[in-house]
């Protein structure tokens, strides 16, 4: 089992101020690699700054089984057999402090590391995983493949999106004379991937370069410690992502998409930890996807098959999910409206790394009216999203197209209709707090209010160790505090903790939690999914 031992100290760390100084904390960057896999043990490197090592390792799968070696920075990883391909999230922490969540990838299949300063080409046979980093500016790290001919060839890059490298990575495949037979770039989110049917047997290069994620002076290839990636290669079964790509309420079977699926491909999932909805995998293959919630109360409804076709729900909140498959194709979904009340439709596909870019129209089907319309939310954001009321009972028609009218394997999309009612979100800065014994720190909450919900909320902390004390604060429905308010944490002098807290938010003139009113304040790590339990470090003075 996992090799953690649970301490008690409050800890949110996270770049926020604090009265009185801590001893220094610990600070996990990344894993290098920053995937593993097979099941035999391997011991990689935490990257970041270990004042106090060995450190404590919690991680949310107990399948993976992570301990600190003696060398610091070094950590054993143990695979149990079996395990499923996907994310590990894993904290270290020490006696005064805690880090931030950091992920592991997990692969089935075993790693190739890409040698430490190799300028040759890193053999690799298919199907494979490799990993490695541009360290520094210009570096091009490449790998030798081959395949016959027929076959398709399909190469996906891990960096920015799960990993938050700060690259913008080109992916190429070029023959022995240096010709380059294919390109990839910003194919899912930032990170490429290169598909290619070999019309002969072919020896060729992968390569892997990158520019910096936000653009900057530099001209060429750029590379930095941080500059950390995975690719996962082969020309069997790769597995791209499953219909829905977003769900509402649970769901017990999807439809897989990717390259060199048989028919009878055999899609498994598994919910492996607190952190992480679904993960559909293939039994036979490479790739993964995580399904996310997207409103657990929303029924799920799926493009009807044909054109002239039209998908119909039964009732609101709904998650309509399909894809965008000819250059003239609009995707169509009915629901019943009520006069007066006031709806919402919100797109979800270039904000998951797909390539659609919707547009979102609403028609009265009756008279066949326009009501509403929307393309891109802004300049850098390709989703839309719009609201509309109702003038009259009926039925309206949601229809979703490609603004360039692109199509596509990964022209894929959510649309997400809702009745909008009041409703209110809490979130905080960090995911970690720390306060000096004797001393107090402050935690900013921001509440963004939605629909006109102006009911006065008291705000609380649970979850606090004895010699740690909170006000409540209220933030009242007008002014500024119902746009953000502050909860003061205090430590007395004896204090020592290091453990989870929760941010509360009790509607006023409620009572308890019976009537369904309590709200708890959420933190996204990495744009993955969203935190409500919080650490607090209470320490010694330095």
């Known amino acids: 089992m996992l090799a953690v031992?649970?301490?008690?100290?409050?800890?949110?760390?996270?770049?926020?101020?604090?009265?009185?100084?801590?001893?220094?904390?610990?600070?996990?960057?990344?894993?290098?690699?920053?995937v593993v896999g097979g099941s035999e043990e391997v011991t990689i490197t935490a990257e970041g700054k270990f004042p106090r090592w060995p450190c404590e390792i919690r991680c949310d799968r107990p399948d993976i089984e992570l301990h600190a070696a003696d060398k610091s920075g070094q950590v054993v990883v143990k695979i149990a057999k079996g395990a499923p391909p996907g994310v590990a999230w894993v904290r270290l922490i020490d006696t005064q402090s805690v880090s931030s969540l950091v992920p592991l990838l997990i692969?089935?299949?075993?790693?190739?590391?890409?040698?430490?300063?190799?300028?040759?080409?890193?053999?690799?046979?298919?199907?494979?995983?490799?990993?490695?980093?541009?360290?520094?500016?210009?570096?091009?790290?490449?790998?030798?493949?081959?395949?016959?001919?027929?076959e398709t060839?399909?190469?996906?890059?891990?960096?920015?999106?799960?990993?938050?490298?700060?690259m913008d990575a080109v992916m190429q495949l070029a023959d022995r004379r240096g010709n380059v037979l294919a390109q990839s770039d910003d194919s899912r989110g930032l990170d490429p991937q290169l598909v290619f049917r070999a019309d002969e047997d072919t020896d060729a290069i992968v390569r892997i370069f990158a520019f910096p994620s936000q653009p900057n002076s530099t001209v060429g290839f750029a590379g930095a410690n941080s500059f950390v990636y995975a690719i996962e290669m082969t020309t069997g079964a790769m597995l791209d992502h499953v219909l829905p790509i977003v769900v509402g309420a649970k769901i017990n079977t999807a439809s897989p998409r990717g390259w060199n699926l048989r028919a009878e491909a055999a899609l498994q999932s598994h919910d492996q930890s607190q952190y992480s909805p679904s993960i559909w995998f293939l039994a036979d293959g490479l790739g993964w996807y995580r399904q996310p919630s997207i409103d657990g109360e929303a029924i799920n409804v799926a493009e009807s098959a044909g054109s002239a076709s039209v998908?119909?729900?039964?009732?609101?909140?709904v998650v309509f999910t399909g894809s965008v498959d000819g250059v003239e194709e609009i995707d169509r979904f009915r629901f019943d409206v009520s006069a007066g009340k006031k709806y919402r439709a919100r797109s979800a596909s270039r904000s998951r790394g797909f390539l659609t870019d919707p547009v979102l129209r609403i028609v009265n089907v009756e008279s066949g009216a326009e009501i509403a319309r929307k393309d891109d939310n802004s300049r850098v954001d390709f989703d839309a999203q719009l609201e509309f009321t109702a003038k009259s009972d009926g039925q309206y028609e949601l229809q979703v197209s490609d603004a360039v009218k692109a199509f596509g394997p990964r022209h894929v999309y959510a649309a997400v209709v809702s009745e909008?009612?009041?409703?209110?979100?809490?979130?905080?800065?960090?995911?970690?707090?720390?306060?000096?014994?004797?001393?107090?720190?402050?935690?900013?909450?921001?509440?963004?209010?939605d629909s006109g919900f102006a009911?006065?909320?008291?705000?609380?902390?649970?979850?606090?160790?004895?010699?740690?004390?909170?006000?409540e604060v209220v933030s009242e429905g007008k002014g500024d505090s119902a746009k953000s308010v502050k909860l003061k944490l205090t430590a007395d002098s004896k204090a020592?903790?290091?453990?989870?807290?929760?941010?509360?938010?009790?509607?006023?003139?409620?009572?308890?939690?019976?009537?369904?009113?309590?709200?708890?304040?959420?933190?996204?790590?990495?744009?993955?999914?969203?935190?409500?339990e919080f650490w607090l470090t209470v320490g010694p003075q330095k």
């Open 153 to 166: 060839f399909v190469a996906s890059v891990i960096a920015n999106q799960w990993l938050e490298s700060p």
């Open 420 to 449: 909008l009612t009041p409703s209110v979100k809490l979130t905080v800065a960090s995911d970690r707090f720390r306060v000096a014994a004797g001393d107090s720190v402050e935690i900013p909450v921001a509440l963004s209010r």
């Open 496 to 532: 020592s903790f290091q453990g989870t807290f929760r941010v509360a938010a009790i509607e006023s003139e409620s009572e308890n939690s019976a009537s369904g009113s309590i709200r708890y304040a959420t933190f996204n790590v990495r744009n993955q999914f969203d935190l409500s």
């Open 107 to 150: 692969e089935r299949n075993a790693v190739t590391l890409e040698p430490a300063g190799a300028d040759g080409n890193t053999v690799v046979n298919l199907p494979a995983v490799v990993t490695g980093r541009l360290a520094r500016g210009g570096e091009v790290d490449s790998y030798s493949v081959t395949f016959n001919k027929g």
């Open 455 to 471: 009911k006065a909320l008291t705000l609380q902390i649970e979850g606090l160790p004895d010699g740690v004390t909170a006000a």
């Open 311 to 317: 998908a119909v729900a039964g009732s609101l909140p």
């Open 5 to 34: 031992r649970y301490f008690f100290v409050a800890v949110i760390v996270g770049g926020l101020a604090f009265h009185g100084p801590l001893h220094a904390q610990v600070d996990l960057e990344r894993f290098f690699p920053p």
